[in-house]
């Protein structure tokens, strides 16, 4: 027997992060990242490293995974 869907206190993410060239001379380069979540797939790409730890603070705020990721 199965025991119910309990709201998960995990998140398992797969991180890429990595280094643009600069679109023009003299231009700094920039860092470039995505977040997979590990259970569904579900990507999301950010234009700053700093963009991505926002992105997961935020879902670590959450607390608990929502109701899509329960099943």
């Given at each position: 027997?199965?025991?119910?869907?309990?709201?998960s206190t995990a998140h398992v993410y797969v991180i890429r992060i990595w280094r643009e060239g600069p679109s023009?001379?003299?231009?700094?380069?920039?860092w470039r990242a995505w977040v997979e979540d590990a259970r569904t797939?579900?990507?999301w790409g950010f234009g700053s490293?700093?963009?991505m730890l926002t992105f997961l603070r935020t879902r670590a705020d959450e607390?608990?995974?929502?109701?899509?990721?329960?099943?």
């Amino acid at each position: 027997m199965c025991e119910p869907s309990k709201p998960s206190t995990a998140h398992v993410y797969v991180i890429r992060i990595w280094r643009e060239g600069p679109s023009k001379p003299g231009a700094p380069a920039l860092w470039r990242a995505w977040v997979e979540d590990a259970r569904t797939r579900q990507r999301w790409g950010f234009g700053s490293v700093e963009a991505m730890l926002t992105f997961l603070r935020t879902r670590a705020d959450e607390g608990t995974w929502s109701a899509e990721h329960d099943a």
